[in-house]
């Protein structure tokens, strides 16, 4: 069969994944293997793939690919997250362009469209994932709200109550005013804002002068329950305990004292809102002050609170005026006051909802908790596994940021405000006492247990409206994707659990991966995976995050339509070193793009030779190499890259080993496209309709196929396709286990570096020379190393057009000289030499030499560097400056000989 001219990638990307599929080669079941578990960080079913996705699973499917190539019984489970608050908001979209309402809709009949949307788009993700080439076991996909998967939500839930670790109670939390809900922490984005910092006075109840506060959110004067100032600070300790009149509202308030406010902001002097804000929530709760809420749960003002204090028709005017808005008539009102001193601007922080984008209100609301303090001194593994590597974090240095959010943990708001979403398992009675159970007929029995006047028959329940946090459902994802929860000590829970390998990105380290590790401690007395590699933020190659606002973030499926999906692949890892930002740039593809098209033109140069064979299968060794007997071109090349692979495949393991892929790609990528395609097949390559070896061809088809292996789990496609282009197979490179390579011959690999360094060096003369490719140089060789001569001798003529006259003692006159080690070539041009010019750009090399040997000595001359650097870093330092020493001493002798 003719090949194309160039690598296409999509009929062949769509032909081998079918084919892999058909084969069920990515299907897994428990057997005496050991097990290679990754779980995938189930995406949002709201989800489209974005350039993070493709980041994220590109690595994972390296992993489970390269596990699976190793003989391990590979499992990387798929499924999709709920996502209770964005999905929620595209139902109410959804139904909004069907000119219907949430509000007008009971529960059951909104779930059903939310069902409806989740079965229509909810799994566009997975199927895309699929043209990325993610050797996913789709039999095992999973979904948050799955009947067992909710079922064991529910079940956790009553085990923590039961426990004492989750409890209900009215407190501040983060409010989203926009998909009316309560989020935690960690769900709160903060920004920084140009905004404006007002100084509002209030006058003293007598008359006298009063005090100045400064505040950012004058929309909350009217519900200021108190001052509060340092008690050390001498300008108001005459006030403490004195009245003032809040502005609008007239009410009197006390000026107290308190540690917490600092002398040195605004005035010195704080405004107490409790209702609105968390640190003055506390004072209040500490000083014994009354909340009084003024926004309602859309933002805008309400004054249900206000009115036993008979509130003014200003008051009452602003009543369902948005927070904002208010702000600015506040003001407007205060200025006509002279209660406003001055304005000034000011920079600062809000913090914003995660998923709509909204800023945050602190408010006081009745919602479930996880006492996390409690919860982390009954599973202190949780903290301890981390820090001691029983869970291994790359890069290390996110353990300091594990540390310090378990060290300062705060206790879990669960429940929200949706309708999508596991219900939480509480009933209430007709007296608002409520019961925690699975279901409502164990409530009820809770019920009658406890009251004397609950009639099992006739007495009603009510179920709590609210739905958990998404989060509380995925913390339980590596047990329960295994029925670890709904089934515990089941035999595949036993086999799969704890996972080998969590990828996911940091900023979800405290959403997911802690609250996962403290899950797993809790219900299966292990931690859930062993080694967890943080991916970095893909950003643009101006540095800048990637967004939809921005317009910079790049169609994903249309790359993988342009390019191939290898080539995104390819391209994402090269430059992806775990736990550092990606700069994605689009010129990154194209290399990819590029390499296909090279791995293509070697095939279509090696099958040339397909049916132009000759026989001669003498191999080199050591020995022969040593007393120069069967030294041919193709038996030295042969001999050489076998090693070289046998080197690189080692590296390669190595570096899969320490979660340095990129760093492993890179390594693949330079023994195909360098020592293989641009050394290996010159080296073999025959005479212009010269037939090759056939024991050369045999090897030669050989070494391109463990090519491929080691390629295939980083760009499986091209690989897959190449394996078969090459010979006929009965078996696939998908699942073809990798051999073990012995030891390399070091020798051979320094004769093979040599002889390229040659090359290169004498290339580069004849270049700057200007000799002509057709004329032919000659090379007097001086060396004390007689392998030397035999690889220049049967090697170099056809590589560089040369002759060679052998056992050279001295200096040749109208010569170049070139020193390679101890090894000194004088190379003899048909054509007078041009000393000048190669003077030139010698001292150029050299000034930049020393400039170089100059910093490498300057960082191991650092007594710090040297203490803290890990041993492989400082050993390439202290090569790079033996490295120079050596090519400076190379050069000051060919100068000399100028």
Known sequence: MELSKNFEPQAIDNKWYKHWMDKGYFNSTPDGREAYTIVMPP?????????????????????IRHARMQGKNACWVPGTDHASIATEAKVVAMLRERGITKSSL??????????????KYGGIILQQLKKLGCSLDWNRTSFTMDKDYYASVIKVFVDLYEKGLIYRGKRMVNWDPVSLTALSDEEVIFKDVDSKLYFVHYKLENGDPGITVATTRPETILGDVAICVNPADERYSSLIGKEVIVPIINRRIPIIADEYVSADFGTG??????AHDKNDNMLGLKHNLKAIDTLDVTGKFTAEELLEENPSELVLSYVGTDRFALRKKIV???EELGQIIRIEDYKGQVGTSERTGAVIES????????????????????LSAVMDDTIEFHPAKAKNTYSHWLNNIKDWCISRQLWWGQRIPAWYDEEGNYYVAATEAEARQQAAAKSPTFNLEHSTLSQDEDVLDTWFSSWLWPMEVFKGISNPGNEEVKYYYPSTTLVTGQDIIFFWVARMIMAGYEYEQEYPFKDVYFTGMVRDKQGRKMSKQLGNSPDLLGLIDQYGADAVRFGIMIASPAGNDLLFDESSLEQGRNFNNKLWNALKLVKMW???????????????IADNSHLTTHNFAISWFENRLAEVCTEVDTLMKQFRLSEALKSVYSLIWTDFCSWYLEWVKPGFEQPIDAGVYKKTIGFFSELMQLLHPFMPFVSEELYHQLEERTDDLCVKQMRSYPSPDTPILQHGDLLKDTITAIRDVRNKQQVKPKETIVLHIQSENKHVYAIIESLLAKQVNASAVHDIFEPVEGTVTLVLGKDKFYIQTPQPLNTTGQKEG??????????FLASVEKKLGNEKFVQNARPDVL??????????ESKIKVIEESLAGL
């Open 43 to 63: 995406p949002n079913v709201t989800g489209v793939l974005h350039m993070g996705h493709a980041l994220n699973n590109t690595i994972q499917d390296i992993l």
């Open 842 to 851: 010698l001292l150029k090399e050299l000034d930049h030499l020393k400039g």
């Open 269 to 274: 002097a704080l405004k107490i809102t409790p």
């Open 875 to 884: 050993a390439l330092e202290q090569k790079k400056k033996s490295d120079a």
């Open 363 to 382: 408010k006081l609301s009745m919602q479930w908790f996880i006492d996390m303090k409690k919860f982390l001194e009954k599973n202190p593994q949780s």
């Open 332 to 334: 407007q009102d205060m």
């Open 610 to 624: 397909e049916g132009k064979q000759t026989t001669d299968d003498r191999r080199p060794t050591t020995e022969s």
């Open 106 to 119: 009971t529960r059951d009949e909104f779930l059903a469209y939310a069902w409806e949307w989740k079965e």
